[in-house]
Every structure is written in structure tokens, then in C-alpha cells.
Nanobody, 118 residues
């Protein structure tokens, strides 16, 4: 079982920045692909960015150029730096961990709220 704890959410004005962190309890953190998702009220949960165990990265179109995902395997932590935030970025942001070999080993954090005011 892997526990994920997100932090760093909050209220920010449009154009501002936030950095989210996700600390994982996994003893073999480096074996997990990590990702950030977000879910706005009444909408589906969407992928924001992912970083594989080999460091390869993918971004959703809306995140490209504004968001940066990174991981520190020595700290069992994945980060999401968000810049130039827009009101439409308002959502609950979730951290996800998926084992690189065992897809059923898939875990979610409790989420952290990001609110961008106009």
C-alpha cells in the first residue's frame, strides 16, 4: 500500500504561481510512474502531467509551457510547478502513483484544492 500526501494548494490570483508537492510512503518510489491529475466541479478527472520512472515527461496541452513536473526519488516526492495560472486552472489536484510493472498497484492522494481568482 502506498500513501500519497499532497500539499501546496491554495488561493492565488490569475497570473500567479503555485508549487504542489506529493510525498509518497512507497519504499520503492523509483519503481512508480507518477502523475498529477485535476478535477474541476462537475467535470471529469484529467491528466495534467506525468513523469515516468525513467524521467520521461508528458504534459496535457493546457499545461505545456506553464507547468513543470519533477520528481526527487531521494525524497519520495513529486512536484508540480504551476505558473501563469488562469481561473480555469481552478480544480482539485490529485497525485497518482502507478507501479511500472503491476498496473493494479495504482494509488491516489486525497487531493489539494487550487483556486485561481480573476
Amino acid at each position: 500500500q502506498v500513501q500519497l500526501v499532497e500539499s501546496g494548494g491554495g488561493l492565488v490570483q490569475a497570473g500567479g504561481s503555485l508549487t504542489l508537492s506529493c510525498a509518497a510512503s512507497a519504499s520503492a518510489f523509483s519503481l512508480y510512474h507518477m502523475a498529477w491529475y485535476r478535477q474541476a466541479p462537475g467535470k471529469q478527472r484529467d491528466l495534467v502531467a506525468s513523469i515516468a520512472r525513467d524521467g520521461s515527461i508528458d504534459y496535457a496541452d493546457f499545461a505545456e509551457g506553464r507547468f513543470t513536473i519533477s520528481r526527487d526519488n531521494s525524497k519520495n516526492t513529486v512536484y508540480l510547478q504551476m505558473h501563469s495560472l488562469k481561473p480555469e486552472d481552478t480544480a482539485v489536484y490529485y497525485c497518482n502513483a502507478r507501479h511500472f510493472r503491476f498496473a493494479m498497484s495504482n494509488y491516489w492522494g486525497q487531493g489539494t484544492q487550487v483556486t485561481v481568482s480573476s
